[in-house]
């Protein structure tokens, strides 16, 4: 599970990179540095209140009986 998820934010990050760098147009740097720490902190945040979100109001499956044979 891990490995994927570390997977897709290195593919994040690269495909951001080339997004800032190749379609915005920013040459310098310090300033894509920057620019790619903000998208992927904005990314992170807005990741998480989408899990948190969901997860509140995702109904939960109810739990299959254990002791009972059907």
């Not at 990314?43 to 299959?64: E, F, K």
């Amino acid at each position: 599970m891990f490995a994927s998820y570390a997977g897709a934010v290195a593919v994040a990050g690269v495909l951001t990179l080339v997004f800032l760098w190749g379609v915005v147009g920013v040459a310098d740097a310090v300033e894509l540095g920057s620019l790619w720490l903000d998208y992927m902190a904005r990314g992170a945040v807005d990741l998480a209140g989408y899990i948190g979100l969901t997860s509140a109001l995702w109904p939960r499956p109810a739990r299959p009986f254990h002791d009972v044979e059907g």
